[in-house]
Protein backbone atom coordinates (compact mmCIF):
# COMPACT_ATOMS: atom_id res chain seq x y z
CA UNK A 1 0.00 0.00 0.00
CA UNK A 2 1.20 3.89 -1.02
CA UNK A 3 -0.02 6.86 0.58
CA UNK A 4 1.56 8.26 -2.90
CA UNK A 5 -1.69 7.53 -4.49
CA UNK A 6 -4.62 9.72 -4.77
CA UNK A 7 -7.67 8.11 -3.02
CA UNK A 8 -11.34 9.10 -3.32
CA UNK A 9 -11.99 9.58 0.23
CA UNK A 10 -15.56 10.13 0.21
CA UNK A 11 -16.34 6.37 -0.22
CA UNK A 12 -13.79 5.45 2.87
CA UNK A 13 -14.55 5.34 6.53
CA UNK A 14 -12.08 5.44 9.38
CA UNK A 15 -12.04 2.59 11.42
CA UNK A 16 -8.67 3.66 13.85
CA UNK A 17 -6.46 6.09 15.02
CA UNK A 18 -3.48 6.44 16.87
CA UNK A 19 -1.63 9.03 18.29
CA UNK A 20 2.61 9.35 19.37
CA UNK A 21 5.01 12.01 21.70
CA UNK A 22 8.40 11.66 20.60
CA UNK A 23 10.84 13.79 22.86
CA UNK A 24 13.66 15.00 20.63
CA UNK A 25 16.21 14.34 23.15
CA UNK A 26 15.47 10.47 23.34
CA UNK A 27 16.34 10.30 19.74
CA UNK A 28 19.27 12.06 19.75
CA UNK A 29 20.48 9.95 22.61
CA UNK A 30 20.11 6.95 20.22
CA UNK A 31 21.78 8.68 17.10
CA UNK A 32 24.84 9.48 18.99
CA UNK A 33 25.01 6.27 21.05
CA UNK A 34 24.48 3.94 17.96
CA UNK A 35 24.73 6.43 14.97
CA UNK A 36 24.13 4.40 11.84
CA UNK A 37 23.00 1.66 12.98
CA UNK A 38 20.14 2.89 14.89
CA UNK A 39 19.39 5.04 11.83
CA UNK A 40 19.41 2.07 9.09
CA UNK A 41 17.46 0.01 11.58
CA UNK A 42 14.47 2.62 11.79
CA UNK A 43 14.48 4.97 9.28
CA UNK A 44 14.94 4.25 5.16
CA UNK A 45 17.26 5.81 3.10
CA UNK A 46 14.58 8.58 1.86
CA UNK A 47 13.66 9.30 5.54
CA UNK A 48 17.25 9.84 6.31
CA UNK A 49 17.82 12.04 3.72
CA UNK A 50 14.77 14.43 3.99
CA UNK A 51 16.22 14.69 7.68
CA UNK A 52 19.57 15.31 6.70
CA UNK A 53 18.60 18.30 3.94
CA UNK A 54 16.64 19.85 6.69
CA UNK A 55 18.54 22.23 9.39
CA UNK A 56 15.96 20.79 12.31
CA UNK A 57 17.38 17.49 11.53
CA UNK A 58 16.56 15.98 15.17
CA UNK A 59 12.94 17.55 14.49
CA UNK A 60 12.25 15.42 11.68
CA UNK A 61 13.32 12.36 12.63
CA UNK A 62 11.92 12.57 15.73
CA UNK A 63 8.12 12.99 13.68
CA UNK A 64 8.97 10.31 11.36
CA UNK A 65 9.62 8.20 14.28
CA UNK A 66 5.89 9.21 16.24
CA UNK A 67 4.52 8.45 12.75
CA UNK A 68 5.70 5.01 12.48
CA UNK A 69 4.48 4.44 16.24
CA UNK A 70 1.33 6.22 15.94
CA UNK A 71 0.92 3.80 12.15
CA UNK A 72 1.16 0.97 14.80
CA UNK A 73 -0.90 2.09 17.31
CA UNK A 74 -3.87 2.41 15.13
CA UNK A 75 -3.52 -1.30 14.09
CA UNK A 76 -3.63 -1.97 17.76
CA UNK A 77 -0.27 -4.41 17.61
CA UNK A 78 3.08 -2.41 18.61
CA UNK A 79 6.17 -3.49 17.52
CA UNK A 80 6.13 -7.42 17.53
CA UNK A 81 6.81 -10.70 15.28
CA UNK A 82 9.05 -9.74 12.40
CA UNK A 83 7.46 -5.86 12.04
CA UNK A 84 10.96 -4.20 10.87
CA UNK A 85 10.82 -0.23 11.57
CA UNK A 86 11.54 -0.27 8.10
CA UNK A 87 8.59 -1.35 7.24
CA UNK A 88 6.47 2.11 7.50
CA UNK A 89 7.99 4.70 5.42
CA UNK A 90 7.06 8.13 5.86
CA UNK A 91 7.40 10.99 3.53
CA UNK A 92 6.13 13.73 1.63
CA UNK A 93 4.13 14.38 -1.48
CA UNK A 94 5.27 17.21 -3.53
CA UNK A 95 3.06 19.51 -1.53
CA UNK A 96 4.87 18.70 1.85
CA UNK A 97 2.19 16.61 3.08
CA UNK A 98 3.37 13.11 4.83
CA UNK A 99 2.41 10.28 3.08
CA UNK A 100 2.69 6.64 4.60
CA UNK A 101 3.85 3.32 2.51
CA UNK A 102 3.87 0.37 4.15
CA UNK A 103 5.45 -3.03 3.28
CA UNK A 104 6.55 -6.54 4.76
CA UNK A 105 4.69 -7.48 7.73
CA UNK A 106 3.14 -4.22 8.18
CA UNK A 107 1.51 -4.04 4.90
CA UNK A 108 0.22 -7.83 5.50
CA UNK A 109 -1.54 -6.88 8.83
CA UNK A 110 -2.67 -3.79 6.63
CA UNK A 111 -4.06 -6.00 3.76
CA UNK A 112 -5.82 -8.39 6.58
CA UNK A 113 -7.44 -5.17 8.55
CA UNK A 114 -8.77 -4.55 5.18
CA UNK A 115 -6.84 -0.70 5.30
CA UNK A 116 -7.04 1.01 2.38
CA UNK A 117 -5.32 4.24 3.28
CA UNK A 118 -3.66 5.74 6.17
CA UNK A 119 -3.56 9.49 7.03
CA UNK A 120 -0.76 10.85 8.82
CA UNK A 121 0.21 14.52 10.57
CA UNK A 122 3.05 15.18 12.03
CA UNK A 123 3.71 18.71 13.75
CA UNK A 124 6.46 19.82 16.53
CA UNK A 125 7.09 21.81 19.51
CA UNK A 126 9.87 23.04 21.25
CA UNK A 127 10.99 19.59 22.24
CA UNK A 128 8.47 17.42 20.76
CA UNK A 129 7.34 15.60 17.88
CA UNK A 130 3.50 14.63 17.74
CA UNK A 131 1.75 12.30 15.05
CA UNK A 132 -1.78 11.09 14.46
CA UNK A 133 -3.03 8.41 12.56
CA UNK A 134 -5.65 7.24 10.76
CA UNK A 135 -6.51 4.30 8.88
CA UNK A 136 -9.57 3.74 6.26
CA UNK A 137 -11.19 1.25 4.88
CA UNK A 138 -13.95 1.01 2.11
CA UNK A 139 -17.29 1.83 2.95
CA UNK A 140 -19.91 -0.99 3.17
Known amino acids: MTGHE ?38 TAAEQAYAEANKNRMEKLAGRFAAKEAVLKLMGTGWRGKIAWTDIEIVN ?23 KHISVSITHTANFAIASAVALVEKS
Open 6 to 43: RRDTKKMEIIANGIDLVDFPRIEEMVKRHGERFLNRVF
Open 93 to 115: NPAGQPQVTLSGEVEKLADKLAI
